[in-house]
């Protein structure tokens, strides 16, 4: 297909709080959340195998703890309205900033902007990040806005789709997408595993993307989408009065194994590709057994996972906003393309995107 019948993606920017917590350094931290029945010895065990060395966190800051961690009577933590007003207070200058650094490396002035594309699921406040960065960045006021809400860590996909579309619709268009998570929000107080798990690999962080049409730059050339059967129970998001609650089957590893490869596959075969074809792979790292899992499935060498690895280490798992920051490490290493991101969420949902 070419080029000029598809969206391109101009410009890619990241940014992450200042504040870095080592693996070292969420031990303590997990200790203090943590029921007194939840043994150091697991904590432990879990950040050792989540293949993550740091995390930024806007909640990590010790001198912060007085007024965040502390716990309510019945050991739940803090409501739901607190941390919406901490999202609200970490979002919205690192939204910002992400979207600053994707405006300047598409080359493309806040004035430009037709449209923006914001995703999250980590909180929501209206007005919210959509009207945030036309005001922070003074783009123009009648600039069409679209909110991709709580779809998780594959929300990145279905936000570039959207930007093609309104870029395809209109020729003329700049469409700036921006996802922001600030999963440290929504650290959980109990003693389930899954939620253990999800408290150490989750972590804060913003990355935008500038779509519109323009020769020489990476197509956007295909999106799909995949709902799995019978795995709905396997992974949830929810609100709650203490936070937002995760739900994480053991079984997600096993279901991506072995239903990846026959769907991505098919994407790949309707565009004349073998997986042995694609230059670069931006597979999101829910946690390492999800990158072996989909590497296993699609028979792909361990190197093609190098990148999200490097992410998952540097960055822990920053749910939709995490690849975009795979993307743009293949673009500054220029890894040639084709490029093939997948991600997944609940449902369990699939989805992925075809770069060129």
């Known amino acids: 297909m070419s080029s000029l019948t598809r969206a391109s993606l101009l410009g890619l920017g990241t940014a992450v709080p200042d504040r870095v917590m080592l693996q070292t350094d969420w031990i303590p931290i997990a200790d203090r959340i943590a029921p007194s029945g939840v043994d150091r010895a697991i904590t432990e065990r879990l950040a050792r195998r989540s293949g993550i060395e740091s995390r930024h966190c806007d909640t990590a800051d010790h001198s912060d703890a007085p007024t965040f961690y502390p716990s309510d009577p019945a050991g739940r933590g803090p409501t739901t309205l607190d941390r919406m007003e901490r999202f609200a207070r970490a979002a919205r200058p690192l939204a910002a900033r992400?979207?600053?650094?994707?405006?300047?490396?598409?080359?493309t002035s806040p004035a430009q902007i037709t449209h923006v594309v914001t995703a999250s699921c980590t909180g929501f406040q209206a007005p919210?990040?959509?009207q945030w960065l036309i005001e922070d960045?003074?783009?123009?006021a009648n600039a069409r806005r679209v909110n991709v809400g709580f779809m998780g860590c594959h929300a990145a996909v279905n936000a570039l789709a959207v930007a093609a579309a309104l870029a395809c619709a209109d020729p003329q268009a700049r469409v700036l997408v921006c996802c922001v998570e600030i999963c440290s929000v929504h650290l959980h107080y109990g003693d389930r595993l899954d939620r253990l798990i999800a408290n150490t690999l989750f972590s804060d962080g913003a990355a935008a993307a500038v779509v519109g049409m323009q020769v020489g730059a990476p197509v956007l050339e295909a999106f799909d989408s995949a709902i799995m059967p019978d795995t709905r129970d396997e992974m949830a998001w929810t609100i709650g009065n203490h936070g937002f609650e995760m739900t994480l089957g053991a079984r997600v590893p096993e279901i991506l194994q072995a239903r990846v490869g026959p769907w991505v596959g098919s994407m790949l075969a309707r565009h004349d590709l073998r997986a042995s074809e694609v230059g670069g792979w931006a597979i999101h790292p829910g946690g390492p057994r999800v990158i072996e899992a989909v590497l296993a499935s699609m028979?792909?060498?361990?190197r093609a996972g190098a990148h999200s690895r490097d992410v998952l280490r540097s960055f822990g798992n920053m749910s939709s906003a995490t690849l975009l920051f795979i993307l743009d490490r293949l673009e500054r290493?220029?890894?040639?393309?084709?490029?093939?991101?997948?991600?997944f969420g609940p449902g369990l949902a699939g989805e992925s995107l075809l770069v060129t």
């Open 98 to 107: 992400a979207a600053e650094m994707a405006l300047a490396r598409s080359a």
């Open 128 to 130: 919210g990040p959509d």
């Open 137 to 140: 960045l003074s783009l123009p």
């Open 299 to 302: 028979q792909l060498p361990e």
């Open 333 to 343: 290493d220029h890894v040639p393309r084709p490029w093939v991101g997948m991600a």
